[in-house]
Every structure is written in C-alpha cells, then in structure tokens.
C-alpha cells in the first residue's frame, strides 16, 4: 500500500489505487483524466504521487515523465475540441448568449493571437485555467507542435513542484493542498469579480440601449 487511504475523499483513494495498480502510467492517467474531470485536483494527485515515490512505489522521474505526459495528453483532447468547435460554431452560440456579442470573439482572437504561447505556458500553472487554456489554443488552431511543447513545459514546471512537494514532506504531503486551496481560491475570486464587472457593464449598457454586435 502506498498510504493509509481512510481520511482521504473517495476521488483521491481512487487516484491512490490506481497508482498501486499501474505504477507511474497510473500517474499519468490520474492526471490525463485531471485536465477533463476538475473534480480530480492535480494538488491532491501530484503530492500523493511524490509522496508514493519517497516510499519506493516508482521512481520520481518516473513518475515526474509520466505526470507530464499524462498533462500533455489530456490537453491534447481539449485542444481537439476546441479544433471541433471551431469559430464559425463559437460565434453562432455566442450570438445566442444573453449579454454576450460576436465582437467579444474577435477581441479574444486578437488577444489569442498576440499573446496564446505565454497564454498556454503560463495557463499550465493557474488553478482552472490549467485545462481550459487548451480549448482557446485549438479554436484557433494553434500550431500543435508548439502547442504540445508549450504545455509539456508548463506542466513539467507545476508537475515537479507538486511532486517534489510531496517527495519531501514525505507523511506531512497534505500540508501542500492548504496552499494550493489559497492559490485556488484567489484564482476563483479574481473570476468571480471579472464575471460580476463584466455582467455588470453589459447590463448598464443594455440599459443604455448599447449593445450592438
């Protein structure tokens, strides 16, 4: 057994027997399957994954080659459905979105276009926008050898801290989820309060009679 598994949610003692079972390519599953199901959090999977390599389980390159194999092929899925979605079909629901307007696309294109590889690499490492950052990156076709060396970069950076985190604080591992929740919970604020002001303005313009394309 890698660990006592008793004061661990069901997800986590699921990611723990798949690690047992399948070695370093259980890793990599459990954080393939992170990038589509967030209710799977890499700050809980990643440290109990180095912890498992501080008692023998696998090697920590091992595991560290696997986590971020399995980043860049959960990635990979997202980045397709953004391909298959595509921006004609985007703009047409767009259209369709109370307080939303065609415009708002091009702008975020604009925005993709100057900024999408820091945009992919530096998403990586941000709680949430970690797998969603995939989908922009295949609506607008970035190239996908680009793509695959961007999000194995940033994935090898936060895969080897969380690792590394649980590889030496050995027993003490689930002192890394109290500060990966803090990093979360300011992400989501910082959403929260974009989607409030953002919410906010189109209704004040709605109101004014100025929302136009």
């Known amino acids: 057994m890698i660990m006592e598994t008793d004061h661990l949610n069901a997800v986590a003692r699921w990611a723990v027997s798949l690690m047992e079972s399948l070695g370093g390519p259980g890793a990599g599953l459990t954080i393939a399957l992170e ?45 397709g459905l953004g391909a298959w979605l595509g921006r004609d ?32 690499f530096f998403g990586r490492m941000i709680p949430l926008f970690r797998s969603l950052i995939s989908i922009p990156a295949g609506l607008e076709r970035m190239s ?23 590889f030496f604080l050995g027993e003490n ?3 890394v989820e109290q500060y990966a929740d803090v990093l979360q919970l300011l992400v989501i604020s910082a959403v929260a309060i974009a989607v409030v002001s953002f919410v906010a303005v189109r209704v004040r313009q709605r109101g004014r009679g100025k929302m136009v394309g």
């Open 89 to 120: 079909r985007l703009r047409r629901i767009v259209a369709r979105v109370p307080l939303m307007k065609v415009s708002d696309v091009d702008r975020a294109e604009a925005w993709f276009d100057r900024h999408g590889s820091k945009a992919v």
């Open 173 to 175: 591992w689930g002192m």
């Open 35 to 79: 990038n589509l199901f967030p209710p799977l959090p890499s700050e809980i999977i990643l440290p109990l994954a180095g912890f498992a390599a501080s008692r023998g389980t696998f090697g920590l390159v091992e595991v560290l080659l696997w986590t971020t194999l399995g980043s860049v092929v959960g990635a990979l899925i997202l980045y």
């Open 144 to 166: 996908p050898v680009r793509f695959i060396l961007l999000t194995a970069a940033g994935s090898a950076i936060w895969n080897t801290i969380f690792v590394l985190a649980g």
